[in-house]
């Protein structure tokens, strides 16, 4: 008999995040408690392996720092190669409410991929000046090609079904910058539906903000030019569903 599908598969890519993953892992047990939360440990030199596998996560360790989007990739290939037909992304420093994914996930109804947004009208979350200008660029640029308005192109609170889990365990751009907006023009021109959810963020649980603003403003202008050279690479195939 073929096995049966696995549970959804929460994937928290996490840096030297000792601070705030335990709390994390085990907000999302209580939130979906019929998940499996996989933390993958991007080379981190303190205890946040440790931590998020007392908390009650399997923790896959990277040897060295591969960035979001390499951890990413290796949850996605982990989700293809266990079973899981659906992925959420949730960021190991408490910004993102697990109390979403469960509408995050029924969004996937109508949709492949579908962001959890900051913009889109809940809370009371923004961001000023040119960051802010860089990133409704960046949002109106993306629209374009997925076809409908998406408020916030550079969350990484993220729900993926089943056809982006095939597609994103192969070709999950592993540079730095391609976990946001590079993979959701793959995904778009790949044939993806691509929607939003508005939600609300958190304050960080711990550590230090990865974004200063001078920081914030190099980071999104990285971003335009991940966005242009996902658009003169070949389009991608959404690979075929292995049989059972």
């Known amino acids: 008999m073929p096995d049966r599908p696995q549970p959804l598969l929460i994937v928290v890519p996490a840096l030297n995040e000792e601070d705030a993953v335990g709390a994390v892992v085990r907000s999302i047990r209580e939130s979906v408690p019929d998940a499996v939360c ?16 007392d908390a009650g996560a399997i923790v896959l360790r990277l040897p060295f720092n591969l960035g979001v989007g390499g951890a990413m990739r290796a949850g996605f290939r982990y989700a293809r190669d266990h079973g899981h037909r659906v992925v959420v992304q949730v960021d190991a420093d408490g910004q993102h409410d697990p109390r979403y994914i469960e509408a995050l996930v029924a969004g996937l109804d109508s949709a492949d991929v579908v962001i959890g947004a900051r913009f889109a009208g809940v809370g009371d979350y923004g961001v000023r000046g040119p960051r802010r200008w860089a990133m409704r660029v960046l949002a109106s640029a993306v629209s374009s090609v997925a076809g409908r308005r998406l408020d916030d192109v550079t969350s990484g609170f993220k729900a993926s079904g089943p056809a ?26 790949a044939g993806l539906e691509i929607t939003q959810l508005p939600v609300e963020m958190r304050p960080r649980q711990g550590g230090v903000p990865s974004h200063q603003p001078l920081r914030a403003t190099v980071y999104l202008l990285r971003a335009g030019i991940a966005f242009l050279l996902a658009l003169v690479r070949p389009r991608v195939a959404i690979p075929r569903e292995r049989s059972e």
């Open 38 to 53: 996989l933390v993958v440990d991007d080379g981190s030199t303190d205890a946040t392996a440790d931590l998020a596998a």
């Open 164 to 189: 982006a889990v095939r597609l994103f365990a192969e070709t999950y751009p592993a540079e730095y910058l391609g976990d946001t907006v590079e993979a959701l023009v793959i995904g778009a021109r």
